[in-house]
């Protein structure tokens, strides 16, 4: 029963949650909703050399940040993106995709700490922004930049786009040579074949059935790779790897003197437990007196970037790997996690020296 409460359901919860993200990103692919939710993020995504898929994905997790990888992997695996683009495009999501936890992180800091709940929130929100204005520059550095694709009545990664652009060269022949009536006909036939492929691709009830005959396709590898990376990071937890890891870490702090010794006990919690426990050795600090609400920040702050490769081992290799191959899954975590950490550390150096 313990091995259930403690493996069993939070293995099951995150299995809940991809597999309905993945269900929706095939939905809004089979729907081809992707365009319109990219016109959202279309100036930024232009902005960073990014093609449609990245600002689809870019508004999309704001709302669900499993949707909007499970809409990168589709487009990868369908070879539509690069895996430059690819990396990009998961950087890119940086702000939405902690913007969706904002409000419950600020919730349940603020009855602990009051008014320093909202410098340490919004110390995390202006990184998470600078991680996508950094992605903005990285991509207009290596990404050429997304061709104007004419306007057509089809999405621009559908076949039905590129036949529609061959019919418009066609009428364009039709007008070079006199308007010659056998490519009249021809161009006449494209149409019509055109038009009634399209009925049937956009028929709610065709998307329907060619989205969940997708997402059944993809269900078991999700759960082939999700569940045994999960379960091996707990096994993993469970021998003391993590916690052997945390006391190493917690026995050399020295360079940590810039910190008062009242806040280290923040910084060790953090490490070896989530962050309530750590918000509950800040409240304690903060009560009992000798600390100042700069101290408490700092503190977390440090935790915060000292917990990084923790949360990407126990939290993101497992979700990610449920979407991409392990290697590739493993580069992604480790580059988010990566700039995450950077970020971090610059925003704690600059409160730090202003503060």
């Known amino acids: 029963m313990e091995l259930w409460h403690s493996l069993g359901v939070p293995l099951l919860r995150l299995l809940t949650g991809l597999a309905a993200g993945l269900l929706v990103a095939n939905l809004l692919e089979a729907l081809h909703w992707t365009r319109h939710i990219a016109r959202l993020a279309a100036p930024l995504s232009r902005a960073a050399h990014l093609r449609e898929t990245a600002g689809a994905a870019f508004a999309l997790a704001f709302v669900s940040p499993v949707a909007a990888n499970g809409l990168l992997s589709e487009k990868y695996n369908a070879g539509l993106i690069s895996g430059r683009e690819l990396m990009l495009a998961n950087l890119f999501n940086s702000l939405p995709a902690y913007l969706v936890h904002t409000p419950t992180i600020f919730l349940l800091i603020w009855p602990v700490l009051g008014p320093p709940a909202a410098l340490y929130v919004g110390l995390t929100l202006l990184a998470a922004a600078g991680r996508t204005c950094f992605t903005v520059l990285l991509g207009r550095l290596l990404l050429q930049p997304v061709p104007v694709r004419p306007q057509t009545a089809f999405p621009a990664d559908t076949p039905f786009a590129s036949v529609q652009r061959d019919i418009e060269n066609v009428k364009l022949l039709c007008r070079d040579f ?25 028929a709610p009830g065709d998307a329907l059935r060619r989205a969940c005959r997708r997402f059944a396709q993809r269900l078991p590898k999700l ?8 379960v091996l990071m707990y096994a993993l937890q469970h021998c003391g790897v993590f916690h052997s890891a945390e006391l190493w870490i917690t026995d050399n702090m020295a360079w940590l003197s810039f910190l008062k010794p009242q806040v280290m006990g923040i910084i060790a919690l953090h490490l070896a437990a989530e962050l309530g426990a750590a918000l509950g ?36 290799l497992p979700s990610y ?35």
């Open 223 to 230: 759960f082939g790779f999700t569940a045994p990376a999960y």
């Open 178 to 202: 006199a308007a010659s009536p056998c490519l009249k006909i021809v161009a006449g036939r494209i149409r019509s074949i055109v038009k009634r492929q399209s009925q049937a691709c956009f």
């Open 321 to 355: 790997t449920g979407f991409f191959r392990p290697g590739l899954a493993l580069r992604l975590v480790l580059a988010n996690q990566g700039l995450r950490a950077v970020s971090m550390t610059l925003m704690t150096v600059l409160y730090y020296c202003c503060s």
């Open 281 to 316: 050795a800040a409240g304690s600090a903060l009560q009992a007196g000798g600390v100042y609400p700069r101290d408490i920040v700092l503190a977390l702050m440090v935790g915060n970037i000292l917990s990084t490769p923790m949360r990407a081992l126990c939290h993101q």
